[in-house]
Nanobody
C-alpha cells in the first residue's frame, strides 16, 4: 500500500495550488485522509483532515483559504489551496488511515512521500 502525492510547486503570494493524493495497492478500507505540513525546523502539523463520513477539520492557519475533499471511489484526497502566503511554505504530506487486504483487523497510518510547496512574497 502506498500514497502518492503530487501538485506542489512554486507560486507567488496570493496564488493557488491544488494537491492530490492517491492510495494504491492492497487497500481494504480507508477511514480518515488528510494533509499535514512540515516547515523547515518545525514539527509536522495538521492542515486538514476528512473522515469517511465527510466530517472535516482544518488547522487554524488555513481556515477560509484551503478546502479539502475526497473521492472514495478513487481512494483520493485533494487540497485546494487559495490565497497562499509565504508562511504556507513547507513540505506537504498526505495521510491515510487504512486497513490493508493482508491485515484488515487494524487501522494504521500511512504517509505519502511529501510534495513541496514554496510561496514567494
Amino acid at each position: 500500500v502506498q500514497l502518492q502525492a503530487f501538485g506542489g510547486g512554486l507560486v507567488q503570494a496570493g496564488g493557488s495550488l491544488r494537491l492530490s493524493c492517491v492510495a494504491s495497492g492492497s487497500v481494504f478500507s480507508i477511514n480518515t485522509m488528510g494533509w499535514y505540513y512540515e516547515a523547515p525546523g518545525a514539527q509536522r502539523e495538521k492542515v486538514a483532515i476528512i473522515r469517511r463520513d465527510g466530517e472535516i477539520e482544518y488547522g487554524d492557519s488555513v481556515k477560509g483559504r484551503f478546502t479539502i475533499s475526497r473521492d472514495n471511489a478513487k481512494n483520493a484526497v485533494y487540497l485546494q489551496m487559495n490565497d497562499l502566503k509565504p508562511e504556507d511554505t513547507a513540505v506537504y504530506y498526505c495521510l491515510g488511515i487504512m486497513k490493508t487486504d493482508s491485515d484488515n483487523r487494524y487501522w494504521r497510518n500511512y504517509w505519502g512521500q511529501g510534495t513541496e510547496v514554496t510561496v514567494s512574497s
